[in-house]
């Protein structure tokens, strides 16, 4: 059982780190993008360096006091609110944002820096960081290895876990782990980086990384192509993969219900097809210099003739950016919406269409409903999500909502999905793992949680059930 | 401290499960590469499925009888042999070579496959299964995952690692994980695929995997060409990768060393430039349609006249295989020499040129020797071998070889290199890595070794030292 982070232990932890300033958390700590949920938090530490975030993690844990990490906020899944227990303490990385190095290659950054500075420290050094979510001006490197986010670039550039060579990292305990390698090959011994990795802050505090750094592709190429199922959409991908492999860098599938979403509740974007298709997809390329990107969008056009029946190739910056910007936009309208339950799902890439298929059936046949279903369907990543049929709202719904998610997440375990592709486990979805992980990993899991953190005081109740 | 696999054990494991033969180890089982190791193995028992695997270790863990899992028995650092203590229990998964599946993107394979079944599956179905080793044709899956095995083209494609979606393992108490995910995105939980790969089998038999497959490149090409020095091919591979971003697949760098040995001792290979150059470089891309692959390495060619003097274009399928057939034979010249000792180690890429310059003056300063370096410098791993000066055998220098390895890595520590980047630790290294790793890593490694087999039955002594 854990204690609260009272006063009591604030004066024991400014006496253990004097130059460490304890505060009360502002409102914009306790909570959730969704709003849905509320916190509850004690102590607001902001330390300054990796042995200010040891001195706080061995002075919680000597007196059993929980640590919530706490990033750029933008999770989905709870994993940044503690509603109910003792108040934690919350541990913001926000002073520690320096760019400590940037190579060819390399990029090494301390947690609290936005993905967005990421993005900007390649960009200066004449560089590619290719991980990109929308919620990049907000959400910490921290988070984003603390989640291992995804996005619109895995299916060429991997996970966040593909992108990051090493990490800084403190235990429970205080100890500091110093792993900001620079290598490509490097097997000393365990992965502990990627144990790290998609902890969600469970096993340790990731205080600064190195990432990897790309050449930018001589040329993009942006289209958004008419396909008249997701079964077309995924021969399509399969197509534009195999004509430039490894080239490929974003193929995002959109329904007609996204597009009328946005017409009916904005926000107002551009919209490339005056009659809204029942399903596109928005398919970015990058290429080897002497490849002309809107031919090479052209020709595969042409060659997926039996695929495709209408499409646009962006011709300049501003289109290739009116065609993110609807993408973007989705969730946003979604939220404007206001769904039943929202489903962050990934499906093997041969059972996908099936999956939409059946799913969709199952679903309308609890209740009238509405489904938005896009999303990163390149990596098999698909956002699920259900809606109040017209004029009706969320509210109408309360007592089908755990009914909708169950049928969603069977489905995705019959077809061996996960039931979480990129948002990860949080504290909305523990219930759900429980459920549905494997019994061997989780008997695994738990006990490398004890072995790491013996007291469970990093982010308590996230990801496994306390004890 | 463990139980010998005795004929009292052999009894027992016979009971629990009856339809397992147990056999004595053939002497194969109890060799290594390089011959310089000799195993000491009590049974030998080779199971057919993960759940002969699972009451192989609770019988195990139940009696503290070491298992050793033996894959190809390629490993070049002693994974696979234990030459002192009590008499293991030898796991073989060689009857486990099934193709359980394969999808347009990924192969589900048993772990006694070999490597090059991998290939042969991927390629039946149209596609590429891209790592590649000079062992292949032995090396099984299990090894390869369990070492995270890198080769020549991790530069495009990744480890071992990044080229695995899933594994199917069974844990020292005969836990079975079934993990065996089709999936790029997943984030439900702990990363046990990351730990258990590289963990050279000390924390759980990886018994099946499901591996990525690719798209083949439209067209391949292939050349060799003449650098002034190590800095220069670094410029070249910069000038390849921005030109290509993402089509270089490998670039080795090949000594004049390397060559020389293969014209002294063989094996005899065909060698493109009548002198042979001090350094070159063997490059190879993958390019989309449309380009040909000929005309881009003559491009690269010209647009590096300042750091390239001479190369050949590979402009057919047979020199193409020529110029692998040297790059791959320099390894056997090697051993036909004899190394004093040779060294698998990374290096940050900026710092890679410096690196080489350094250590060979550092080395020859401590006697004569001849230096052989060579390697995946595409991705900061070199081959960096010292040798007898001609004439001389490596017995001569036995007292030199201790002071030559911690030279080296020293150095490789000293630019934030590391000392194993392909091979692993197995037991060669195991006093090497306490000495180099971070003492916070090797903590958190020691706590979950303890967590995960507590008994410390799985490849005993490899990786981290007995208690």
């Given at each position: 059982m854990l204690n609260p982070a009272d006063q009591a232990f604030a004066a024991q932890l400014t006496k253990a780190i004097p130059d460490l300033r304890i505060e009360a958390p502002e409102p914009r700590y306790l909570q959730?993008?969704?709003?849905?949920h509320h916190g509850n938090g004690g102590l607001l530490v902001r330390p300054q360096s990796p042995a200010q975030v040891a001195g706080v993690l061995r002075a919680c844990n000597a007196a059993r006091v929980g640590v919530l990490p706490y990033g750029g906020?933008?999770?989905?899944?709870?994993?940044?609110?503690?509603?109910?227990g003792p108040a934690p303490?919350?541990?913001?990385?926000?002073?520690?944002?320096?760019?400590?190095a940037v190579t060819g290659h390399v990029l090494e950054i301390e947690a609290g820096a936005s993905l967005q500075d990421a993005h900007d420290a390649a960009e200066n050094a004449?560089?590619?960081?290719?991980?990109?979510?929308?919620s990049q001006g907000s959400a910490q490197i921290g988070g984003v290895l603390g989640t291992n986010a995804g996005g619109v670039n895995v299916l060429r550039y991997g996970n966040a876990r593909e992108l990051c060579l090493g990490v800084e990292a403190v235990l429970a305990d205080g100890t500091v782990i110093s792993g900001l390698r620079h290598l490509r090959?490097?097997?000393?011994?365990?992965?502990l980086k990627d144990l790290l990795i998609g902890s969600e802050g469970t096993l340790g505090i990731i205080t600064a990384a190195t990432l990897r750094l790309f050449p930018r592709p001589a040329a993009l190429g942006t289209a958004m192509m008419v396909v008249p199922n997701p079964a077309a959409a995924l021969a399509l991908l399969e197509l534009a993969e195999t004509r430039m492999p490894g080239c490929v860098s974003a193929f995002e599938l959109i329904s007609g219900q996204g597009l009328a979403f946005l017409d009916a509740v904005g926000p107002q974007v551009h919209q490339p097809f005056a009659q809204r298709p029942e399903w596109s997809v928005l398919i970015e390329i990058g290429l080897p210099a002497g490849l002309d990107p809107q031919d090479a969008l052209a020709g595969l056009f042409e060659a997926a003739e039996d695929l495709v029946s209408d499409g646009v190739i962006a011709s300049s910056d501003t289109q290739r950016a009116q065609m993110w910007t609807l993408r973007e936009n989705l969730p946003e309208a979604n939220k404007r919406i206001g769904s039943i339950s929202s489903h962050d799902i990934s499906l093997p890439l041969p059972k996908l269409a099936q999956f939409i298929d059946t799913a969709r059936r199952e679903l309308v046949a609890l209740g009238d409903m509405r489904i938005n279903c896009f999303g990163h369907v390149g990596d098999?990543?698909?956002?699920?999500n259900a809606f109040p049929a017209e004029g009706r709202n969320r509210g109408e719904y309360e007592n089908l909502r755990g009914r909708v998610a169950q049928v969603v997440y069977d489905l995705v375990d019959g077809f061996g999905g996960s039931i979480s592709a990129e948002h990860g486990i949080g504290r909305l979805k523990v219930a759900d793992l429980e459920r549905y992980a494997d019994p061997g990993k989780l008997a695994a899991m738990r006990a490398i949680k004890t072995a790491l953190d013996p007291n469970g005081i990093l982010n308590p109740g996230a990801v496994l059930a306390q004890n």
């Open positions: 959730e993008p969704r709003g849905r906020g933008t999770g989905l899944v709870g994993g940044q609110i503690i509603e109910t303490v919350i541990l913001s990385l926000e002073k520690m944002t320096a760019v400590r004449g560089r590619l960081f290719p991980l990109t979510i929308a090959k490097d097997n000393t011994g365990y992965d098999g990543n698909l956002h699920f």
